[in-house]
């Protein structure tokens, strides 16, 4: 993980690359849960060990063998990270950022940059909470900071995306929450972020993720679908870095059969 020193690094690395790379940029924030629900085993074969632990406000069944949410959260991001980098276009004009809630805290993983500059070499763990809020207002600040670097840099960009992705329901700061709720509202209004709501798996609480789209309802991403999720971002990434900031971004409405549902 960062500490400050190494956050300001790179921050002086990204913006010596908007100096070096004029390409407009696709700011996509991923907000992930990798709270302890995300240790669950989603497929492959399983032996009970007849123990139980307590975990991310409920209680769980401890296993050996087959392959949990975590498991299949980081592959997907790897392939989004893979898919990006061979894109001639879209390695020089996307910049991704994530942000993960879960642990005692929301927590940057790796701040914006282009993928030849991201550092992709973490593997997310699930432990703790569900700080939904934090980190939604983590990311709003990030891509509200990145969006000021562009404009002193004289650099142009597309809407911002941000994808929420929950497996739960929140459970940190219920202020915080509110907050974050209000200012993506504020902005998917004002036509300055476009928002990807996702659910994973039978607890996801698609309520409180309707909240922060008044646009566009939640999308359920089916249990065993990160890696096709990630596909079809990529995609709708690559495409976007294709066009012209001004134009009119169509979703590829088709793809998302693949991977999720209403």
Known sequence: MYNLTENMNNNLINLDDLENNPTPRVPVCLCLDTSG????IVRGEIQNTGRTVFKDGQNWNVVTGGVSAIEDLNEGINEFFDAIRSDEVAAYSA???VITFGGNKA??????ATV???DTSFSLKAEGRTYMGE?????????????????KKGIDYFQPWLVIMTDGAPNGSPSELKTAITRTQ?????????VFPLGVGPDADMST???FSPKRSPLKVRETKYKEFFEWLSQSVVTTSQSMPDETQKLDVEGIQGWGEL
């Open 37 to 40: 629900s995300m240790g669950r």
């Open 95 to 97: 910049e991704v950022c």
């Open 107 to 112: 927590e940057i993983i790796s701040p914006f």
């Open 116 to 118: 030849d500059q991201l």
């Open 135 to 151: 980190a939604v207002n983590m990311a709003l600040d990030c891509l509200e900071n990145r969006k000021e670097a562009y404009k």
């Open 186 to 194: 504020e902005m998917v209004n004002d036509r300055k972020l476009t």
């Open 209 to 211: 993720l309707a909240k």
